[in-house]
């Protein structure tokens, strides 16, 4: 059965940058059916999609936050790994890795992982 | 960006049917996938496609769409139905590969 699991520092000071890694677990992040997603939800907030990345590397970033979003893939490891520069309170929320999939050509996202709550502040 | 617009609340008596919708002009050319959060919890897939529930959802949850709305109907609504809401989709505004979760619908089961 496929796993995600998030890890990373649960604090981050402002201005710097915040770096997730998801594994994935019981299935090879390698398949071609299958694109890789990040997702956070504010405290009390809603979801919001950061970005998504197909093993090959192609990725697809939130336009409003494009500017400070990196998702790369490391297939070797079976992982792929979220960088967000110059944060702020703002960007405190938890933070989900997610294995997406689409049918007729519209998105769904069937595996999650638990979920890291990340905090900025000094 | 795009967006697709959910009712904050919705409330349903025990047993009986409730409509969760979600519109947006990505839904014109598109199918909303819904998930079901409970609180402390990540989000579990309920319906994606036209019409498909994955394996262990029960066959209460059923999706449907006509223009730019989807609706996720729960037929007999049960107390452990009772969570927030979200629909997603592809953004219409221009970039197809980006996509996009509606604002949440908390479901309260009297």
């Known amino acids: 059965q496929l796993q995600l699991q998030e890890s990373g520092p649960g604090l981050v000071k402002p201005s710097e940058t915040l770096s997730l890694t998801c594994t994935v677990s019981?299935?090879?992040?390698?398949?071609?059916?299958?694109?890789w997603g990040w997702i956070r939800q504010p405290p009390g907030k809603g979801l919001e999609w950061i970005g998504s990345?197909?093993?090959?590397?192609?990725?697809y970033y939130n336009p409003s936050l494009k500017s400070r979003v990196t998702i790369s893939v490391d297939t070797s490891k079976n992982q792929f790994s979220l960088k967000l520069s110059s944060v702020t309170a703002a960007d405190t929320a938890v933070y989900y890795c997610?294995?997406?999939?689409?049918?007729?050509?519209?998105?769904?996202?069937?595996?999650w992982g638990q979920g890291t709550m990340v905090t900025v502040s000094s | 960006s795009s967006e697709l617009t959910q009712d904050p609340a919705v409330s349903v008596a025990l047993g009986q049917t409730v409509r969760i919708t979600c519109q947006g002009d990505?839904?014109?050319?598109?199918?909303a996938s819904w998930y079901q959060q409970k609180p402390g919890q990540a989000p579990v897939l309920v319906i994606y496609?036209?019409?498909n529930r994955p394996s262990g959802i029960p066959d209460r949850f059923s999706g449907s769409s006509s223009g730019n709305t989807a609706s996720l109907t729960i037929t007999g609504a049960q107390a452990e139905d009772e969570a927030d809401y979200y629909c997603?989709?592809?953004?219409?505004?221009?970039?197809?590969?980006?996509?996009?979760f509606g604002g949440g619908t908390k479901l309260t089961v009297l």
């Open positions: 990505s839904l014109r050319s598109y199918y």
């Open positions: 997610a294995r997406l999939f689409m049918l007729s050509f519209s998105p769904a996202f069937d595996i």
């Open positions: 496609g036209k019409n």
């Open positions: 997603n989709s592809r953004d219409s505004s221009g970039n197809h590969r980006c996509l996009v």
């Open positions: 019981g299935g090879s992040i390698s398949s071609s059916s299958y694109y």
């Open positions: 990345i197909y093993y090959s590397g192609s990725t």
